[in-house]
């Protein structure tokens, strides 16, 4: 082989790990020097690889930061989410109850209207008896006749008695026509505050829901961005580098479940027998229908506050899915955790409910809700931008304690 030769040999062996401008300063020098590679070449072939390397490393280190960013928003939206939600359930329910109460305030009244009526009434029949000139003594007087005397006063007694019992159900009934009021009241104030809870909650659930598409499309052009480059810097394809990147995801997302179902059993051990899920009725044949209904809707889009038929938020999907087994639930997943049975992940069975808050601790936290449909696994509505989907119940946030309708 001659020098020559040698010299292609080697620079093709640099030129499988050296981008396109190192190439270039490799033929210079091998037009300068035919010989071989000098030292100099080899450690700027080596340079270069080296700023490629942590050229990829840094690309890989910003896709990974802009996953996080993601995740954050997604977060942030599905607890504005769910605070829009809680507050919308909660002025139905104050609604309702306001209407109870001025009902009930509007009867109270009206009893003691009938009530101030009979006692008008009795009042008016004992005048009248003393005013035609009838009185117990003068019926013994003139008649001579104990026999009258003694009917005449059990008629008065009786009209004593009885008007004692009208001023006592008049009382009665005033009383509860103010307490029906001041509760009629309070329930317009509860009623107005939910309102406004509402009101507010729906603006912040509505500014996370335009940062959290701003954020998606911002990493979405960022992430194409970089794959392209990082398929250029490592000679690959983008597809390639695509399959890549979703397979370095599915890893982490993997390993995030292997990880949140580590600690939802250690804190289940932690918690002791006092602290565990007393056991459930067993499920029902309703439990199959949610399930089946949920399973339905795979595909259809999460929209925030929705609650169907062609797209839903988590509590929305799961709301409906138990209203079609013909169980109510409220369309908030924050009441579906307090409002039901509770169970322990490891007696979960089709149609529970699992739930996922910024704090595993505090249930006013539950951000996020999905129905089981088999061991580990649920049906859930998950995020802006994304459709109805089974998934694994193990990931970051995931409560010790799922529910079980009824």
């Not at 033929?27 to 942590?54: H, K, L």
């Not at 695509?242 to 997302?253: D, F, P, S, V």
């Not at 602290?275 to 044949?285: D, E, G, I, S, Y």
Request: include cysteine; proline fraction near 4%; glycine fraction near 8%.
């Amino acid at each position: 082989m001659t020098d020559r030769t040698t010299r292609r040999t080697l620079l093709l062996a640099v030129a499988a790990t050296a981008p396109v401008a190192a190439l270039g300063a490799l033929v210079g020098s091998a037009a300068a020097d035919p010989g071989y590679p000098s030292q100099g070449d080899v450690d700027a072939a080596q340079a270069a690889a080296g700023a490629t390397a942590a050229q990829v490393a840094a690309l890989q280190a910003r896709l990974a930061a802009g996953q996080e960013a993601l995740d954050a928003a997604r977060t942030r939206l599905s607890v504005a989410a769910e605070d829009y939600d809680e507050a919308r359930a909660l002025l139905q329910q104050r609604t309702a109850e306001a209407v109870t109460a001025r009902a009930a305030a509007q009867e109270a009244a009206a009893a003691y209207g009938r009530a101030r009526t009979d006692l008008g009434r009795v009042a008016s029949e004992q005048y009248r008896g003393v005013s035609d000139g009838w009185s117990p003594l003068a019926t013994v007087v003139t008649s001579g006749d104990i026999e009258d005397y003694v009917n005449g006063r059990a008629t008065l007694d009786h009209l004593a008695g009885g008007r004692a019992d009208v001023q006592q159900e008049a009382a009665s009934a005033q009383a509860l026509a103010r307490s029906t009021a001041a509760q009629a009241a309070a329930a317009r104030t509860a009623q107005e505050d939910a309102t406004t809870r509402a009101d507010t909650a729906r603006t912040a659930a509505q500014q996370a829901a335009d940062a959290a598409d701003a954020v998606v499309a911002d990493t979405q052009r960022q992430t194409d961005a970089l794959t392209a480059r990082l398929a250029d810097l490592q000679q690959t394809s983008v597809q390639l580098e695509q399959q890549r990147l979703a397979g370095l995801e599915a890893e982490r997302q993997a390993a995030a479940a292997a990880a949140a179902q580590a600690a939802a059993q250690a804190a289940a051990r932690s918690a002791g027998p006092a602290a565990t899920a007393p056991r459930a009725a067993a499920p029902t044949a309703g439990a199959g229908a949610a399930v089946d209904w949920a399973l339905a809707q795979l595909g259809k889009p999460y929209v925030w506050a929705a609650d169907g038929p062609d797209s839903f938020d988590c509590s929305g999907l799961t709301m409906r899915a138990w209203g079609a087994a013909g169980v109510a639930l409220p369309h908030s997943s924050r009441m579906q955790y307090s409002g039901q049975a509770p169970v322990a992940l490891g007696d979960l069975a089709p149609g529970d409910l699992v739930f996922f808050a910024t704090d595993t601790s505090n249930p006013s936290t539950i951000h996020h809700v999905g129905m089981v449909v088999a061991p580990g696994t649920m049906v859930e509505a998950p995020h802006t931008g994304a459709n109805v989907r089974t998934s694994s119940i193990y990931r970051s946030g995931l409560m010790a304690l799922g529910t079980r309708p009824a």
